[in-house]
Structure formats: structure tokens, C-alpha cells
């Protein structure tokens, strides 16, 4: 997710303009520099995506940079294929991790257990 978010009554032009470019302009001059280097067999480029792609309450600036994302990569992976680029691209979301794991289990089990478990590490 972003590092921050805003509700649409806060959303600056200054933060949509950073974020697109981050995202969205980053992406496209990545991949053309990228490209003007790859051989006759081809190559590939791997875009970072994110779930929040399909669209985040107070996170529409960075969700529209995502889907920006996405549709990119489709267009290019079109465009570049017959030159043997592969366009794709990485697209994470919430991590269970072993902590957060061991809290909802106990929270289906009773109730009263749902306090958050104590993170294993030193």
C-alpha cells in the first residue's frame, strides 16, 4: 500500500502527480530504457503491480496508479511480444504471516483469545 493516504477532500495535485510519476511515468521510462538494450532474442520486463489495484478506500491516487499499471503491462506485453519481450507483472497482496496467523486462529476458537499474539522474534 502507500505510504500515504487520502481521503478525496485531501488528495493534493502535488501528491497525484507524485504518485503517477513514481508509478505510472517510472514504469514507461524503465521499460524503454530497458528495452533499447535487450538482444534479438528477447528479454523480459517485470512491472510491480498491487492489489489495491481494484481500488482502496482512501487510497484512490495510489489504486489508479496500479491499474495504470496493469493496463500497461497488457498493452505492452501486446506491443513487445513479437520481439520476443515478455511483459508481466508482479501483483502482491496481504501477507499471512505467522503472528497474524496464530491470532485469527485463536479468535475463531474462542473469543476471549483474541488478543493479538506476541511476535517469535528476538
Excluded: C
Excluded at 1 to 25: G, K, Q, W
Excluded at 34 to 54: C, L, Q, R, T
Excluded at 79 to 101: C, F, S
Amino acid at each position: 500500500m502507500p505510504a500515504s493516504t487520502s481521503s478525496l477532500e485531501d488528495i493534493t495535485e502535488d501528491e497525484f502527480h507524485r504518485e503517477f510519476n513514481i508509478n505510472v511515468l517510472g514504469t514507461i521510462l524503465a521499460t524503454k530504457e530497458a528495452v533499447k538494450h535487450f538482444g534479438p532474442n528477447g528479454d523480459s520486463v517485470i512491472n510491480i503491480s498491487s492489489i489495491a489495484s481494484a481500488g482502496e478506500p482512501t487510497a484512490a491516487i495510489y489504486s489508479g496508479t496500479k491499474g495504470a499499471v496493469d493496463a500497461i503491462t497488457r498493452g505492452l506485453a501486446a506491443e513487445l511480444g513479437p520481439r520476443k519481450i515478455r511483459v508481466n507483472a508482479i501483483v502482491p497482496g496481504g501477507v499471512m504471516w505467522a503472528q497474524r496467523r496464530r491470532a485469527r486462529f485463536r479468535s475463531a476458537k474462542s473469543p476471549s483469545s483474541a488478543q493479538p499474539a506476541p511476535a517469535l522474534r528476538p
